[in-house]
């Protein structure tokens, strides 16, 4: 398994030159939108109160201990 950064141009994924001759085989695409150069770290950052409030919870709490 490979890690690539490349970019999408609307349509499709422009692969990098260099791995353009790869044979055909199936691919995990995760894509990362990036808004007006604001990663996504800030908005997976506002979340995490809301987060706490469902998992922050006694029930939870005994796997704090494990």
């Known amino acids: 398994m490979v890690a690539i950064k ?3 141009d609307g349509e499709k994924i422009v692969l ?3 791995l353009c001759g ?3 085989q199936e691919v995990i695409i995760i894509y990362e939108a990036i808004e007006n150069g604001v990663d996504q770290q800030s908005w997976l ?3 995490e109160a809301s987060f ?3 998992w922050d919870t006694d029930e939870d709490a005994v796997y ?3």
Request: avoid cysteine; glycine fraction near 0%; proline fraction near 17%.
């Open 6 to 8: 490349t970019q999408f």
């Open 16 to 18: 990098p030159e260099d």
């Open 22 to 24: 790869l044979p055909p």
């Open 45 to 47: 950052k506002a979340q």
């Open 52 to 54: 706490a409030k469902v």
């Open 64 to 66: 704090d201990e494990l």
